[in-house]
């Protein structure tokens, strides 16, 4: 018991600073988007690299084909959640991104031939009308940005359902750093060919937070699986709303619509839905195992 509340503490503080991570990516406004890309991964490279030679994992990893993918997969959700949380509400923004979950069971019941079960399947349709009432489809000037917004939620999607197939093959140290090394690289072309725009002071530091709230909030989550299991775990993701609304709020005046908040009410009762699936999934094979002994 004493290790579940741990891990609960530990994903809670991690959605904290993920939220923490989105409101200083919306502060740092119109500064190119690959600046800010290259910051968010290049303090996880060291803080990754560590993690890799403390747990003697391998840096050239083995499933080679699979961490590109995985890192390409990543780095495009990076890209579309930062441009969507640059342009459309912090709480929308953060909104939409958490429809990856649903996506991730779609995408590892066509490619790791997963069976979508009757709860998910409502949790999937009930998630669906939530994003519908966060993009609001129609004329308004919004719509690209938000539907870029649910776009950030399919890549992290499919980079989930490769981490699942990932770490059968390799560590998690290995996979990280995959991630932010090549998110990193990718954006060096960018900024040395007319994407750098020199920050001054102020943004300077909050290039640096950037990097640091997201490298924290991983480390948390990280430690957070190590106390419990993520089934349990998933519920406490959707914080991460709460704590982007508040900070929408407090920071840049943005007061979430009713349309917004029914939505961001039905993604997370759909997140509900899909943990009580999962709960019930790993509850019989427990009684499985048990039965066997």
């Not at 290259?38 to 993690?51: C, D, P, S």
């Amino acid at each position: 018991m004493e290790a579940r509340k741990k891990g609960i503490t530990y994903i809670l503080l991690s959605s904290l600073f993920f939220a923490l991570m989105a409101a200083t990516v919306k502060f740092l406004g119109d500064l190119p988007n690959v600046e800010k890309i290259f910051f968010r991964n290049l303090v996880g490279v060291f803080i990754a690299l560590t993690l890799v030679k403390k747990s003697g994992s391998s840096l050239a990893g083995n499933n080679k084909k699979l961490l590109v993918l995985r890192s390409i997969f990543g780095l495009s959700g990076i890209a579309a959640y930062f441009y969507a949380l640059s342009t459309i509400k912090l709480s929308d923004a953060v909104i939409l991104n958490k429809m990856s979950p649903f996506f991730v069971v779609v995408f590892a019941a066509i490619f790791l031939q997963e069976k979508i079960k009757r709860k998910q399947l409502m949790a999937l349709i009930t998630a669906l009308l939530g994003a519908i009432l966060v993009i609001r489809p129609g004329f308004e000037s919004n719509l690209a940005p938000a539907l870029i917004g649910l776009l950030s939620s399919i890549f992290a999607g499919m980079a989930y359902t490769t981490v699942r197939e990932l770490r059968k093959t390799d560590a998690a140290a290995t996979i990280v750093f995959y991630f932010c090394a090549f998110s990193t690289l990718a954006m060096l072309p960018f900024m040395i060919f007319g994407k750098f725009v020199l920050p001054d002071l102020r943004q300077s530091i909050a290039l640096l937070a950037l990097g640091l709230f997201a490298a924290i909030a991983q480390l948390f989550m990280t430690n957070a699986y190590r106390y419990a299991e993520a089934g349990e775990l998933s519920i406490y993701t959707y914080a991460n709303i709460v704590f982007s609304s508040l900070f929408g709020i407090l920071f840049f005046q943005e007061i979430p619509d009713s349309l917004s908040l029914i939505g961001a009410i039905l993604i997370i009762t759909a997140g509900y839905l899909n943990y009580r699936s999962k709960n019930k999934e790993a509850q019989a094979e427990l009684e499985r195992e048990q039965a066997i002994e």
